[in-house]
C-alpha cells in the first residue's frame, strides 16, 4: 500500500517534491508508519524504483530467434521508451539521481539496469552469429549508443519541455539508425560514429546540467 501510494506521489508531482508525509495522508496511516519501514525519504523513493524496475523486466520481450533481427532490437528499444513514457519521473529519479550516486554500482537498481542491458546485447550476439552483423563489432560501444539514444531521445519529453514524444517513430529511427551502421551489409563509417559518440556526450552534459536546475513546470 505505501509503495503504492508513494508511486502514485511521486508521478503526480515528481521526485523532486516527494514528501513521505504525503504518502503517509493518503494510506491512511501516521508518518511513523512510514519511516518504520523505510529509513529515509531516499530508501522509500529507491525502492519505489527498483519495483517499477522489476516489472518493465518482467514485461520486457523476450528475444525470439525465430524473428528477423531487426524486429527483435525494435521490440527491446520499444519497450524501454514506453516505459519511460508511463513514468517519466521515475525515469528523472533513475537517471539524476540514483546514476550520480557514486554507490549506484551497488544498488539494486543498477544491477536491473543490467540485466536489461544484457537482452540487447543477446540480440547483437545473435545477428553476429547470423553473419547479419560485424563480428568484429565493439559490443559495449553499440549498446550504449543504442541506450545513449534512447535517452537523447526522451530528455526533452522527461524535461518537460515536448509533451508527447512517439515510442513507434522514435524506436524504428534507433533501430535502423543502429542496424544500418553495424551491419556486415553497410560499415559502420568515421562520420556515424563521431556523430553518435557526440550524441553521448551532449547527453551526458545535459544531465549534469539537470541536476543543477528544477524541471519545467
Do not use: C
Not at 57 to 70: G, I
Not at 193 to 213: F, G, P, W, Y
Amino acid at each position: 500500500m505505501i509503495l503504492r501510494t508513494a508511486r502514485e506521489l511521486i508521478r503526480e508531482k515528481g521526485f523532486e517534491n516527494f514528501l513521505p508525509l504525503e504518502v503517509a495522508q493518503r494510506s491512511g496511516v501516521s508518518e511513523g508508519m512510514v519511516y518504520k519501514y523505510f529509513k529515509s525519504k531516499r530508501e522509500l523513493m529507491e525502492r519505489v524504483a527498483e519495483e517499477w524496475f522489476e516489472e518493465f523486466l518482467s514485461e520486457a520481450p523476450v528475444p525470439d530467434q525465430d524473428q528477423p533481427l531487426r524486429d527483435q532490437l525494435f521490440q527491446v528499444i520499444w519497450s524501454s521508451l514506453m516505459s519511460i513514457k508511463r513514468e517519466p519521473a521515475l525515469t528523472r529519479f533513475v537517471l539524476m539521481e540514483l546514476r550520480a550516486d557514486p554507490n549506484y554500482r551497488n544498488l539494486p537498481t543498477y544491477r536491473q539496469s543490467r540485466r536489461f542491458a544484457e537482452s540487447v546485447v543477446s540480440v547483437i550476439d545473435l545477428g553476429i552469429r547470423r553473419g547479419l552483423i560485424r563480428a568484429d563489432l565493439n559490443r559495449k560501444l553499440a549498446r550504449d549508443m543504442i541506450f545513449g539514444a534512447i535517452e537523447h531521445a526522451t530528455w526533452a519529453f522527461l524535461r518537460g519541455e515536448d509533451e508527447e514524444f512517439s515510442v513507434e517513430v522514435t524506436a524504428r529511427g534507433i533501430t535502423d539508425m543502429i542496424l544500418d551502421g553495424i551491419s556486415t551489409q553497410k560499415p559502420l563509417t568515421t562520420e556515424m560514429i563521431e556523430r553518435l559518440e557526440h550524441m553521448a556526450s551532449q547527453l551526458a552534459n545535459e544531465l549534469h546540467n539537470a541536476r543543477m536546475t528544477p524541471p519545467a513546470g
